[in-house]
């Protein structure tokens, strides 16, 4: 296909499905909220958001934005490691920060797998992005409504003060991919809420020893079921839509210059692809390797098919 011309095909696509963890806090995704305002006594200008891919929960760390890796690593273990417990895989977007000497010699210390997304693709995980998402939202909702005064004691209230209010309210609330709130899949149990001191009929918070492990193995089935379904669901409507790929290693491919930022001249008038490289790797079904030269060598060479 000459690289000028417009194309009109079906898109090229495979669903890869990411391992299902077995306990929470066994994979985790990561993601930064940030251009966030000032906020707090450091003051913190961005948020660092962590979400358990089994229950769904979310850990909100107010944080900043040009933060080292040195920075991030100690935030991650002086707040989150100690009620979690160390994570198996960690999935994220191609930051800096993680692909640093130092994250990569802890992930070899602690034999953590790292996750990465490809270039200018973002989407790793499609449900877990959707979480990061919602969380972006209610965060920026709080910030945008300016949620920010002062109490008659001089206290500043601001977005990192109700922080805890929204990790709260979302580890609460059901999702709808498990049809369970994540703390009732990360713990067995809902914390109390301030609506319900509002009850008179408040029934008890803790189950009883002799049916949590009966009400768990419930609530865990029912909850892969719904995720299964889930996913089932979106590869229907996917398959729908895209056709499975078949690169191979030495295969010659275009390039589309969407992954190019920095292509000179008019977009309406730019070339639809590159040009021709060689793909030299295969990652995944749906993600490739070829070998950048000229000037796009300093480039990252990995892209999705599509």
Known sequence: MPKGKQEYRQEIWTDVHIQEPKSPWEVVNMDWV???PPSGDKPYNACLVMADRYSK???FLPCYKDDTAMNTALLIWSRVIS???LFKNIISDRYPKFTSALWTTLHKFYKTNLSFSTSYHPQTDGLAERIIQNVEDMIRR????GLESKDSDGFTHDWCTIIPAL???YKTS??????QTPSILEKGWNPRLPTDTLRKDLIEIHPTASSIKIMLDQVKHHAKQSMDDTFDYAKQKLDKRHKVPHSKVGDIVLVSNLNFNNIKGPKSLKYSYVRHFVIVALHVTNVVQVGLSGELENEHPTFPVS
């Open 83 to 85: 009620h979690t417990g």
């Open 174 to 179: 059901v999702h709808s991919s498990t049809g």
């Open 167 to 169: 990790e709260l309210a």
């Open 34 to 36: 940030t251009a966030l």
């Open 57 to 59: 929960t979310p850990i």
């Open 142 to 145: 709080s910030c945008s409504y």
